[in-house]
């Protein structure tokens, strides 16, 4: 996949490891309309957001089929899996594992057997509290209402398929989807964007937060949501609004209605802004690429540099890259070629290769950089290691100087709502200044720009944007560390491995799902 192991734009060899994306949802309701080819298309706009398996599920009105596999959208969809998802009603999903390993178990859409019928779901985000879930599935099983067959899912996305599919009232009596899910939603924390459905009604629904974006649609004879605007122009569908915090939204042959399962508390990422959103994406009524470039024009004027060329490390550092140089009136300029046709490669180099300097996705353009004093522009840093080597690499190619401009501030904690960065001890920018960080990376300089003034290029108040990967506030108090991790519950599901104990009570999706 393109961004599993790494940004494109950040991969100069295979290995290398930058911000891991969220995942992307998208889901329609369209009668008349191919709704498995609008929802590989919306995956299709979607893709930089996860790419390590995709799905897609579709009801007819009377029973739900879900196709998933691993790899990218491309790679798992053809015209024959296509036209076998026949139906008015579909969810698409795909991921990248920041709960459960990447494994076809895990991928998404999720789907559960439910008294009423059955149940697809695709989540964008993490979950803070999935220990607390599982017991609450456990206990839900023990009580006879797991619905499904035993499997090995291991994500927490699986966790609130369960819950929904086997929720009953105090009679006991089972309830419909639409039913369970005001009750479920207040008790998961954490970021979720999620799209899902049932054979005769399409769902989304967004945390309280509002930590990662759902957007609403509207085609000329239905409904769409999705991960992001982009993926709603390139069906077609007009933008009407961002589904919002805290917000429940039922979409059937009825119209579309909606119902609060949580008072609205924003908090959306704001890495979304810096690298994780395409910049052809609005959220919260500000575009993305504009964002970009004026943190460009920002950390022009805090960062300034004596340079005779402005160059980014494509793509994600473009915009911000031409901010810079409008600001600073230094010119822009290519310095760098990617390969766009590189994609997800699962060859490792050998050590040979590796120190002839293999360079899959980025190459030095010499004539344009030989001599010059250079600024170069990039979103974020990490461990440093990728940019390490893009200085190396502008150095043999004949650099006079390399000053380094980051249009985030230093990133020193965790993510734990659907980016899955470094653990902190791998992250650079703990427990190095910024100046020991630039001599580490072999820069004649290195800046970031301000907390202050990335937000303000968002124009988003700061009271109602995620920071916590910078500055440690986390928008909601965090369970003890071992109830935290990405392989929670497969550890959890190998201390039981006798069978009995918290997720032993058949956490997973139907066998019909089981990959042929």
Known sequence: MPRGDGKLSHDLLPGEKGPQDACGVFGVWAPGEEVAKLSYFGLYALQHRG????????????????????????????????????????????????????????AQPTFRATAHG?????????????????ELVAAQAAAGNGRATQVAATNDTDLVTALLAGQTDDDGRPLTVEEAAPRVLPKVRGAFSMVFMDENTLYAARDPQG????????LERGWVVASETSALDIVGASVIREIEPGELVAIDENGLRTQRFAEAKPRGCVFEYVYLARPDTDIAGRNVYLSRVEMGRKLAAEAPADADLVIATPESGTPAAIGYAEASGIPYGSGLVKNS????????????IRQLGIRLKLNPLREVIRG??????????????????????????????????????????PCFFGIDFATRAELIANGLSTEEIGTSLGADSLAYISTDGMIEATTIPKDQLCRACFDGEYPMELPEPELLGKHL???????????VGTLASGVGAADALKRP
Do not use: C
């Open 211 to 218: 930590i990662r974006p759902l957007v609403l649609g509207r």
């Open 51 to 106: 790419q390590e398996s995709a799905g897609i599920a579709v009801s007819n009105g009377s029973q739900i089929l879900v196709f998933k596999d691993m790899g990218l959208v491309s790679q798992v969809f053809d015209e024959t899996s296509l036209g076998s998802l026949r139906g008015h009603i579909a969810v698409g999903h795909a991921r990248y594992s920041t709960t459960g390993a990447s494994v076809w178990e895990n």
């Open 489 to 499: 519950l497969e550890a959890e599901a190998s201390a039981d491995a006798d069978g």
């Open 372 to 413: 010059k004093r250079l600024v170069v522009v990039d979103d974020s840093i990490v461990r440093g290691n990728t940019q390490r080597a893009l200085v190396r690499m502008l150095r043999e190619a004949g650099a006079a100087e390399v000053h380094v401009r980051i249009s985030s501030p230093p990133i020193k904690w």
């Open 341 to 352: 046709y590189v994609g997800r490669t699962f060859i490792q180099p050998s050590q040979t």
């Open 118 to 134: 059955s149940i697809a779901l695709g989540h964008n985000g993490n979950l803070v509290n999935t220990a607390q879930l599982a």
